[in-house]
């Protein structure tokens, strides 16, 4: 737990090469689940000794804590906390490009996609917002023989109707009003590798049928050319609505569909693995640099939240959590969810008393200058209030939501 703040034990000296590799089978009895990962490129290490490559030390301790520095993750283990030291060694040793995952349906799910990415068929990946639909996509294309090649990503949703087709298939200069230069479009960009088209549902129909070509006949027609371009790209296409239920509203077309879903794959709302929750926060603070450990109690509220914004939703809660942690560890109080404000029919004032609104207008301080600064020191100090009464009155603000007309947060 992350209670105590007794001092840690001194690292013991590092044991001679023999007694390392009883070493791979001593620790796997002390933290369970430590003989399934992948060690083969990490070196176990039980002093302050610095060999060449990747070291993950772990050793047992009154209070939980974690370390990265550089290529050397140093875990010290209080009992009980043994679950989320095995997350943050599993992602410590995954490769770069591997999504976290520990729910069977996710771990099948990887598999799948790294069986798949074998091949050339195209993939479409399928799933709402947030669920990590570019992550698998490019686990696909580094799982891949075009892992050499380009990774090239675009959304659909995000360009203009008028630049898409340029975008994509490329222009000849003085094509259009602007084109002093050729674009060569991002089919030929992603020439040898992978294109993604992410939010593929949002092409206009009269583009789809010229996507539809340039899978067909591996070639495009740059906007002002003669001849079109062969191109040798895979497609790996990503939408956040039912793609077939588009089809019978007839807003996309039935063989576009059929030429992307050679190999369908689905993606899987936060909440249906919650297995993931803890692997995902652990890979995310290693990500941030900042391994900062939570307490069992924030492990759980992470565990029991519902997640409407899936694994989005959960970086920004973990994100905010590290603005607000002033030490190396994450509670209760360092946790801030989005709350989406109701609609404005539900929004009519209601009477309320004087230390009500007093209450809301300070919450809305507390909340403005802890944005706005990177400690709870500074917040205090720019409040004009000691850092023990700011820490009493966020604990107040547990609960406890800001009333705005806009999106919102609530402890």
């Given at each position: 737990?992350?209670?105590?703040?007794?001092?840690?034990?001194?690292?013991?000296?590092?044991?001679?090469?023999?007694?390392?590799?009883?070493?791979?089978?001593?620790?796997?009895?002390?933290?369970?689940?430590?003989?399934?990962?992948?060690?083969?490129?990490?070196?176990?290490?039980?002093?302050?000794?610095?060999?060449?490559?990747?070291?993950?030390?772990?050793?047992?301790?009154?209070?939980?804590?974690?370390?990265?520095?550089?290529?050397?993750?140093?875990?010290?283990?209080?009992?009980?906390?043994?679950?989320?030291?095995?997350?943050?060694?599993?992602?410590?040793?995954?490769?770069?490009?591997?999504?976290?995952?520990?729910?069977?349906?996710?771990?099948?799910?990887l598999?799948?996609?790294?069986?798949?990415?074998?091949?050339e068929?195209?993939?479409?990946?399928?799933?709402?917002?947030?669920?990590?639909?570019?992550?698998?996509?490019?686990?696909?294309?580094?799982?891949?023989?075009?892992?050499?090649?380009?990774?090239?990503?675009v959304?659909?949703?995000?360009?203009?109707?008028?630049?898409?087709?340029?975008?994509?298939?490329?222009?000849?200069?003085?094509?259009?009003?602007?084109?002093?230069?050729?674009?060569?479009g991002?089919?030929?960009?992603?020439?040898?590798?992978?294109?993604?088209?992410?939010?593929?549902?949002?092409?206009?129909?009269?583009?789809?049928?010229?996507?539809?070509?340039?899978?067909?006949?591996?070639?495009?027609?740059p906007?002002?050319a003669?001849?079109?371009?062969?191109?040798n790209?895979?497609?790996?296409?990503c939408?956040?609505?039912?793609?077939?239920?588009?089809?019978?509203?007839?807003?996309?077309?039935?063989?576009?569909?059929?030429?992307?879903?050679?190999?369908?794959?689905?993606?899987?709302?936060?909440?249906?693995?919650?297995?993931?929750?803890?692997?995902?926060?652990?890979?995310?603070?290693?990500?941030?640099?900042?391994?900062?450990?939570?307490?069992?109690?924030?492990?759980?509220?992470?565990?029991?939240?519902?997640?409407?914004?899936?694994?989005?939703?959960?970086?920004?809660?973990?994100?905010?959590?590290?603005?607000?942690?002033?030490?190396?560890?994450?509670?209760?109080?360092?946790?801030?969810?989005d709350?989406?404000?109701?609609?404005?029919?539900?929004?009519?004032?209601?009477?309320?008393?004087?230390?009500?609104?007093?209450?809301?207008?300070?919450?809305?301080?507390?909340?403005?200058?802890?944005?706005?600064?990177?400690?709870?020191?500074?917040?205090?100090?720019?409040?004009?209030?000691?850092?023990?009464?700011?820490?009493?009155?966020?604990?107040?603000?547990?609960?406890?939501?800001?009333?705005?007309?806009?999106?919102?947060?609530?402890?």
């Amino acid at each position: 737990m992350n209670s105590s703040s007794s001092p840690l034990p001194a690292p013991s000296p590092l044991p001679p090469p023999a007694a390392l590799g009883r070493l791979r089978g001593i620790l796997p009895g002390l933290f369970p689940g430590l003989d399934q990962l992948d060690l083969d490129a990490t070196q176990l290490v039980t002093g302050d000794e610095r060999p060449a490559g990747r070291q993950l030390y772990i050793a047992p301790a009154r209070r939980s804590s974690a370390r990265l520095v550089a290529q050397r993750l140093e875990l010290h283990v209080a009992p009980g906390d043994e679950a989320f030291a095995l997350a943050l060694a599993a992602a410590f040793v995954a490769p770069a490009q591997a999504p976290a995952a520990a729910a069977p349906a996710s771990l099948d799910l990887l598999r799948l996609a790294t069986r798949v990415a074998a091949s050339e068929v195209s993939v479409l990946i399928e799933g709402a917002t947030g669920t990590g639909k570019e992550g698998l996509a490019r686990l696909v294309h580094h799982q891949s023989p075009r892992r050499d090649g380009p990774f090239v990503a675009v959304n659909c949703a995000a360009l203009p109707e008028a630049m898409l087709e340029a975008t994509l298939f490329g222009h000849e200069r003085g094509a259009f009003t602007g084109a002093a230069q050729a674009g060569r479009g991002l089919f030929r960009a992603a020439e040898g590798g992978t294109l993604l088209l992410d939010e593929v549902s949002e092409l206009p129909l009269a583009l789809q049928s010229k996507l539809l070509r340039a899978l067909q006949e591996r070639e495009v027609l740059p906007i002002g050319a003669t001849r079109p371009e062969t191109v040798n790209v895979r497609i790996i296409a990503c939408a956040n609505r039912d793609l077939a239920a588009e089809v019978a509203a007839g807003r996309f077309r039935a063989d576009l569909f059929y030429r992307l879903a050679v190999f369908p794959l689905r993606t899987l709302p936060l909440a249906e693995r919650r297995e993931d929750i803890i692997a995902i926060a652990a890979h995310w603070l290693l990500k941030a640099g900042r391994p900062c450990w939570p307490s069992r109690a924030a492990l759980a509220r992470l565990e029991a939240h519902g997640w409407p914004g899936n694994v989005r939703e959960l970086g920004n809660v973990l994100d905010r959590a590290l603005v607000l942690a002033d030490e190396d560890s994450i509670g209760l109080e360092q946790l801030v969810f989005d709350r989406l404000a109701a609609p404005a029919a539900t929004l009519a004032p209601e009477p309320a008393p004087l230390p009500a609104i007093a209450r809301q207008s300070e919450d809305r301080a507390i909340r403005s200058v802890l944005a706005e600064t990177r400690s709870r020191r500074a917040a205090a100090e720019r409040l004009g209030i000691s850092e023990r009464t700011l820490r009493y009155k966020l604990a107040a603000m547990a609960g406890r939501p800001l009333h705005a007309p806009a999106a919102h947060m609530v402890q």
